[in-house]
């Protein structure tokens, strides 16, 4: 049952990682899209910390310390990279770039370090999905090409890729709230400087604390927990284009939210990026009862 629940864990993961975008065009004014992200992982960290801490499950015995760092680091450096992309190049090149070039690099990273070549079928969906991606968020606004938001949108691409792989390794051994728990701690006190550098009086208002406690706690803490539980038994590469999602499920609520129209080319980027998800979280499920049938074979 876990096996085949996992898939459904990231793609709910992926939507309320969709929500980040809507909370954000709700943020005050003088919020700064960096402090933003730095504020996130600060109130998703606590949150985690604390929640580990009630329950009692943090166990530091044996724990891994070069993967914890890997996934730390790279979480850490997506929120600013992410943001300076977006703001150098674009909401619609940032966008597509570092989500779009993710599951292309979480393949060929997981190919090469841990000799699993991607099947067939997840270079048809990801293709399927990173084509949507593509027609969806560039029919959105005017095309500004920057190289060096280019660059730092595919270091957020390589950042998330990274933070899956490594996080893979630990939820195998440890509990997926104490992996990220201690990673997102570790993020946090990485990324505290940046609490200093920008303007944070807007965190006091209500609405600012408002749209801090749902990034941190929704789109963060739980979103990430959730992709955590899913990575037990879903490969680096399948979670990371599962992920897509989260482009889709922003577009969605900005029309029935923000208010935004989409035209015939943007709901056909929709509909791929569907197919594409669709197809994988199927062949995720087919593999998984192939595996359960071999199980029984062997057992028998």
Known sequence: ????????????????????????????????????????????GLFLLCIVLVVGKLNFKNWPIKPTLWAALSMALYQPLFFTAVTKTGVAIGTVVAIGSAPILSGFIEWIYYKKRPGFIWWCSTFLSILGCVILFVNKESVYVDPVGILMALGGGLSFAIYTLASRGLVEKYSSLSVVAVVFTLSTILLSPILFVFDMSWFTSLRGLSVSLHLGIMATGIAYLLFAKGLIHVSSSTAVTLALAEPLTAALLGVLIVGEFLNLTSWLGIFLLMLGISVLIWSSKSSGSEKELEKVVRSS
């Open 1 to 44: 049952m876990q096996r085949k629940l996992s898939p459904f864990y990231i793609l709910l993961a992926a939507i309320l990682w969709g929500t980040t975008g809507t909370s954000q065009t709700l943020a005050p004014e003088a919020a700064h899209p960096i402090a933003i992200g730095a504020t996130r992982l600060a109130v998703g």
